[in-house]
């Protein structure tokens, strides 16, 4: 398939872009620092881009398959709408383009999975470290729900740099109020890359867990 990777200088964009090209996909990057992406391979072309200048964002979205965002930031501590902006942007090239599936990586944690990244994460690093972000990911997640498009939110628990993996549970229902579940990126992009013409979580959000 003709896949877009959203964040692919990000730690999860990488393995998408890796697993994707191994997979055999044909995988076109958006990335503010084009530079940043030296992937050395026929199926691989990286286009300058920024999520919140849509203008950026309308050729590399031609006659692709499907769309793949794997966006983030660090500016926890500021007011930031970077993540729903940027979506916004996104859906309306996706609908300039005819591009129908949407797969997006935000969290559990957010909506119908609240206080599902364990107490930790519920007492301290949400209100605390994580307050706008977590809002901001809260309006991502509304504006892709109220689109018209083939989409599938991922929500991930923790993430780390561990090994791919393919007994990872996924589940609407994923993720535990107590213990912080865990998952690598790797095993994220392996899901992703595992359901994109599935209907399997089709206008559905997923929890992914260990
Ligand atoms: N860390 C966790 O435990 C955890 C848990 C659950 C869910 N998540 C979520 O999982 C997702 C992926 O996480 P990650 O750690 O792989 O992310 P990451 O390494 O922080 O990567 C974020 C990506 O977003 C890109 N980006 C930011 N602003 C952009 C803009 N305006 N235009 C275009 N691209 C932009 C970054 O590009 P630049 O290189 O240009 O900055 C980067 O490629 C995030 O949404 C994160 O919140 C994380």
Known sequence: MKLLVIGGTGKTGRELIKQGLADGHVITAIARSPIKLKFDHPNFSVVKGDVLIPDSLEKPFQGQDAVLSALGHKRFFIKTTILSRGTKNIINGMNNNGVKRFICITSLGI????????????????????????????????????????????????????????????????????????????????????????????????????
Do not use: C
């Not at 991930?156 to 007994?167: A, E, F, H, V, Y």
């Open 111 to 210: 909506k119908d999975s609240k206080f599902k990244l364990g107490l930790y994460y519920t007492l301290f690093t949400i209100p605390v470290i994580l307050l706008f972000y977590f809002l901001d990911k809260s309006k991502q997640e509304e504006l892709i729900m109220k689109s018209n498009l083939d989409w599938t939110i991922i929500r991930p628990g923790q993430l780390t740099n561990g090994k791919k993996r393919s007994d990872y549970k996924h589940d609407v229902k994923a993720g535990n109020y107590i213990l912080t579940k865990m998952i690598s990126r790797a095993s994220v992009a392996h899901f992703i890359l595992k359901n994109l013409d599935s209907n399997l979580y089709s206008r559905k959000a997923v929890g992914l867990t260990n």
